[in-house]
């Protein structure tokens, strides 16, 4: 059974910094885009950034190039979401999830197949 499972979520203030982590588990996923997904209240669901089996090619939206990045270890099976100079606007509940499609990048939410439970981050004035 595949399992999704972030960390690293927390209440921070604005211009500071926060790591998301997520393992999977269950089976590998070495040949699997791998997203970070975001959902504010009242708001649909967003692809923050994503990422090749490779590591090599990332993808992000607008208003976090700069400031997130991406990164992914299939030793490990895990993704992770470096944030930095965060703002209240990046609050929301974040999500990981993976593509069981190899070899793509899509950046709807519709194309990956795997999440997990989310975590939250929250960001103060």
């Known amino acids: 059974q595949v399992q999704l499972v972030e960390s690293g979520g927390g209440l921070v203030q604005a211009g500071d910094s926060l790591r998301l982590s997520c393992t999977a588990s269950?089976?590998?996923?070495?040949?699997?885009?791998m997203a970070w997904f975001r959902q504010a209240p009242g708001k649909a669901r967003e692809v923050v950034a994503s990422i090749d089996w490779s590591g090599r090619t990332t993808r992000y939206i607008d208003s976090v190039k700069g400031r997130f990045t991406i990164s992914r270890d299939n030793a490990k099976n895990t993704v992770d979401l470096r944030m930095n100079s965060l703002r209240p606007e990046d609050t929301a509940i974040y999500f990981c999830?993976?593509?069981?499609?190899?070899?793509?990048?899509?950046?709807?939410?519709?194309?990956?197949?795997?999440w997990g439970q989310g975590t939250q981050v929250t960001v103060s004035s």
């Open positions: 999830a993976v593509d069981d499609t190899p070899f793509t990048l899509p950046m709807s939410p519709d194309k990956y197949d795997y």
């Open positions: 269950g089976r590998a996923f070495t040949l699997n885009a």
